[in-house]
């Protein structure tokens, strides 16, 4: 690894770029409406409700936050079981759930994000969910239903190859694969965008860790993938939305 390499990582954690950003040239500053608040879709696409936490969700029963701090831990196996829709759910609610809409641009969620600008999104391979069809699908937050993006025969397989061999992905009920849209916050901070989305990926993952163990559900960050396969995989450019961390869930014993 060159020395400039180990530099460039090194800067890319400090806060230094701030002094470097003209931020009156940032697309707020130069009056730019912002972006959505979530990746559009077409009209006709398959989508599905899930449950709306207003319903009750009377198969969570949770636990205290105490505990699920204590027990957090990476898991990597799991259970031949399938997770409900409403335990999906509960953990798109929990990772990425709209808690207040404030106006076209921002929206309030579980998690915290520099500027409200969320500039996340959540795809899912699914493959052992109750009353969910096998395929890869977005959460839309603002709608909370899941979007079909397309199936495949061999989607643990490809999922598994992507993960660079890692087999929980191809183990679990389903694995949420995160993208960054980096225009998002972009919009607001310029240059000084992308620590930041990183970041925000800490605590969406987090929160999916704990919510993991109220429903008796174990997960683990991964952050090593083949980047294109994976991209490939869920169908995103590259260049304006790529993937930056994933996840695998699946049931693991009480
Ligand atoms: C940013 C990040 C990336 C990670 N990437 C991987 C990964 O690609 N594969 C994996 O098996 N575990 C991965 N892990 C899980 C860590 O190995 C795990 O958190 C660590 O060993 C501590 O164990 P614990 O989570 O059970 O406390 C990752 C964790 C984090 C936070």
Not at 136 to 160: K, S
Not at 196 to 205: E, M, Q, S, Y
Not at 217 to 225: F, L, Q, S
């Amino acid at each position: 690894m060159t020395q400039s390499l180990l530099e460039q990582g090194r800067s890319f954690l400090k806060d230094t770029v701030r002094k470097t950003v003209d931020f009156s040239a940032t697309a707020q500053s130069r009056g730019i409406g912002p972006p959505p608040i979530e990746k559009p879709f077409a009209e006709g696409t398959t989508r599905i409700d899930l449950p709306p936490q207003t319903g009750g969700w009377k198969t969570i029963h949770g636990i205290d936050l105490k505990t699920a701090i204590q027990n957090r831990r990476s898991r990597r196996t799991y259970r031949d079981e399938p997770v409900t829709v409403e335990e999906l759910s509960f953990l798109l609610w929990a990772t990425q759930g709209i808690r207040e809409r404030i106006d076209e641009g921002h929206a309030y969620r579980t998690v915290p994000s520099a500027g409200c600008r969320h500039a996340i999104e959540t795809y899912l391979c699914v493959l052992n969910v109750t009353g969910v069809a096998r395929g890869l699908y977005r959460y839309l937050p603002l709608e909370h239903q899941i979007l079909l993006e397309g199936t495949d025969d061999r989607l643990a397989q490809r999922i598994v190859g992507a993960a660079f061999g890692q087999v929980s992905p191809g183990e679990a009920a389903v694995t949420f694969i995160w993208t960054a849209v980096p225009y998002r916050m972009e919009w607001r901070y310029g240059g000084a965008a992308h620590k930041v989305i990183a970041l925000d990926a800490g605590h969406v993952c987090q929160n999916l860790y704990l919510a993991c163990e109220a429903i008796e559900a174990g997960t683990c960050a991964m952050a090593a993938y083949d980047q294109e396969a994976m991209d490939r995989l869920i169908g995103v450019d590259g260049t304006d939305e790529f993937v930056i961390y994933l996840a695998p869930v699946g049931k693991v014993a009480g």
